[in-house]
């Protein structure tokens, strides 16, 4: 059983950077690929970035482009979501999920998720 927990959400004004991390215990982190989901209030959930369990395939929602980085370190078995140059719109509860097959913007759907972790991003 793998479980995960985010971090580093806070609040940050428009144009700062945070980085969210996902720790997973428990099972083979190595075997899964990862990703970030978000929700923002009264929104769908919204897919944002995956990495496959090499990391050698890396998939971004196009808002997200150019502003933010996942990456991941199977010895820390923790996946990281750096975001820079962030926008009000970026505002949600970031999700981190984990699934031997893809990542799906519906958390439950995963094999894995986590809590999620607050970004609120001012104007």
């Known amino acids: 059983q793998v479980q995960l927990v985010e971090s580093g959400g806070g609040l940050v004004q428009a144009g700062g950077s945070l980085r969210l991390s996902c720790a997973a215990s428990?099972?083979?982190?190595?075997?899964?690929?990862m990703g970030w989901i978000r929700q923002a209030p009264g929104k769908e959930r919204e897919f944002v970035a995956s990495?496959?369990?090499?990391?050698?395939?890396?998939y971004y929602t196009d808002s997200v482009k150019g502003r933010f980085t996942i990456s991941r370190d199977n010895a820390k078995k923790t996946v990281y979501l750096q975001m820079n140059s962030l926008k009000p719109e970026d505002t949600a509860v970031y999700y981190c999920?984990?699934?031997?097959?893809?990542?799906?913007?519906?958390?439950?759907?995963?094999?894995?998720w986590g809590q999620g972790t607050q970004v609120t991003v001012s104007s």
């Open positions: 428990g099972g083979t982190f190595s075997s899964y690929n």
């Open positions: 999920a984990g699934d031997r097959y893809m990542i799906h913007t519906d958390p439950g759907e995963n094999d894995y």
């Open positions: 990495i496959s369990w090499s990391g050698d395939n890396i």
